[in-house]
């Protein structure tokens, strides 16, 4: 079950373009969001692989929900965005999943397995 790794990949991804679809007006939020999106989709990406680096995930989608708060960028689509977002990107990142593996194969005769 890696489905939400990649949830989270395309919740980075969609990060990444929500600047220029939502029209931000605030450069802080506009960076904040690229930033954490790169952030988040990489993150995913190595959660694959090692699973217990979607926890990573767990933080940036934290500091997704409070940084409006922090950064001042209030009202409008951007905090409804990041905020919304980040308790996603959260969520997902508590759902556990098994990591990518190379199928086992049987040893040959004389091989050790």
Do not use: C, Q
Request: net charge positive.
């Amino acid at each position: 079950m890696r489905w939400p790794r990649w949830i989270n990949i395309v919740l980075g991804i969609w990060l990444l373009i929500a600047p220029s679809a939502l029209g931000y007006v605030d450069t802080y939020a506009a960076n904040n969001d690229r930033l954490l999106g790169i952030l988040i989709a990489s993150s995913a990406i190595v959660a694959l692989w090692a699973p217990k680096a979607r926890f990573v995930n767990v933080v940036l989608g934290a500091w997704l929900i409070i940084a409006p708060f922090v950064l001042g960028y209030f009202g409008g689509r951007a905090v409804a965005n990041d905020i919304v977002l980040g308790i996603a990107v959260a969520a997902f990142a508590f759902i556990p999943s098994r990591p990518i593996t190379t199928p086992h194969t049987p040893a040959g005769p004389g091989e050790l397995s």
